[in-house]
C-alpha cells in the first residue's frame, strides 16, 4: 500500500507485482540527498546480503 511507503510517493499505481531487492537494484537519489541513499544502503545491505550501487539521477521512479 502507498501510505507504508516512506517518503510517501508524490504518485503509485498498484500493479499486482511484488517488488524484490535482488544484485540488480541500486539506490537512485537526485539533488543532495546523497548522505540519505547512503543510510537507506547501510539499512538494508546487512538485512538483504546485498551491496546497493549508489548513483546520482536527474530523476527516480520505482519500477517492477
Known sequence: QAQDIIPLPKEYTA???V???SSDVSIRYTGDLKEMAELLAE???PA???DFDIIKSKSVKLST
Do not use: D, K, V
Request: zero cysteines.
Open 43 to 45: 539499512s538494508l545491505s
Open 15 to 17: 500493479n499486482g507485482e
Open 48 to 50: 538483504t546480503g546485498l
Open 19 to 21: 517488488f524484490q531487492l
